[in-house]
């Protein structure tokens, strides 16, 4: 599983992120729900773990592609909340891939500007698993060229209930008011706090849901579905969904135009 290194960014230049999104601007920030392994493998008569390690393969090319189109942000759903309920040997799969990028990948992505973190539950992949996060996050942590975050474990519903118990134990312990609880307030305790919200997700597979994926952060975001499934997502396939985030016109709920 050797990696294709990231563009190497031109000696001397400015890694500033990207301005804010225009009229004709690309997306700042783009999820992106990866479905399709499993069935990619099925089609092909394959067993599932193949299908796992090409959805890996297909991940460096978009890390790629997306630090080539300048976006400033990618946050990836690699491992749902949901995901645990599969089997002991499908779940071990793919951990064992997780471990595996880590170890493979950082040295890629610290070189080349990318800043890796996680979110979600880290702690139910064991203390090895965490342990290799934590190093892959601090050796990128001053990276500014692409920020890619990795959604692990992570639903959007616990998300939301874990900052609404923290907001609740603050204010029980004197040190927020009810009154000064607003939307600011609540989304500061997400997961995604200090990161911009999402112009623009893309699912792929086919599927058209969200999947308990950012749900509060997806408030005005654009939606992309592709029907095709991830291992087989190409620089080509992020190009059309950007240029059909290009074509829409944005409007954040000031009405029809």
Same mark, same amino acid.
């Given at each position: ?6 563009? @190497? ?7 500033? !992120?990207?301005?804010? *999104? ?18 990619? *493998? ?14 890996? #393969? ?5 890390? @790629? ?58 702690? +139910? ?31 959007? +519903?616990? #998300? ?9 134990? #603050? ?11 607003? #939307? ?10 200090? !990161? ?20 509060? @952060? ?16 190409? *620089?080509?396939?992020?190009? @059309? ?14 009405? *029809?135009?």
């Amino acid at each position: 599983m050797s990696a294709a290194p990231l563009n @190497q960014p031109q000696a001397g230049a400015a890694m500033a !992120m990207p301005a804010p *999104a225009g009229p004709d601007s690309g997306p700042v920030h783009v999820g992106l729900i990866m479905d399709g392994n499993r069935r990619w *493998a099925k089609g092909r008569g394959l067993p599932r773990a193949l299908g796992h390690k090409a959805g890996v #393969e297909a991940v460096r090319r978009t890390v @790629q592609a997306a630090a080539d189109a300048g976006i400033g942000w990618l946050t990836l759903f690699a491992f749902s909340s949901e995901n645990w309920q599969r089997s002991a040997d499908e779940v071990r799969d793919l951990t064992g891939l997780l471990r595996l990028y880590l170890r493979l990948e950082v040295a890629t992505l610290a070189r080349n500007g990318v800043r890796l973190r996680v979110i979600g539950e880290r702690a +139910r992949f064991g203390a090895d698993t965490m342990a290799a996060i934590e190093e892959a996050e601090a050796a990128t942590a001053h990276n500014t060229r692409l920020n890619l975050t990795v959604a692990l474990s992570y639903g959007a +519903r616990a #998300e939301i209930a874990a900052a609404a118990r923290a907001v609740a134990a #603050e204010i029980a312990a004197g040190r927020l008011a009810p009154e000064a609880v607003d #939307e600011a307030a609540l989304a500061a305790r997400l997961s995604t706090a200090g !990161m911009p919200d999402p112009d623009l997700i893309i699912r792929t597979s086919g599927e058209q849901r969200l999947s308990n994926f950012l749900l509060w @952060q997806a408030a005005y975001a654009e939606f992309v579905f592709l029907d095709v499934l991830w291992p087989d997502f190409e *620089a080509a396939h992020l190009d @059309q969904a950007l240029a059909e985030f290009r074509r829409r016109q944005r409007r954040f709920g000031s009405g *029809a135009g």
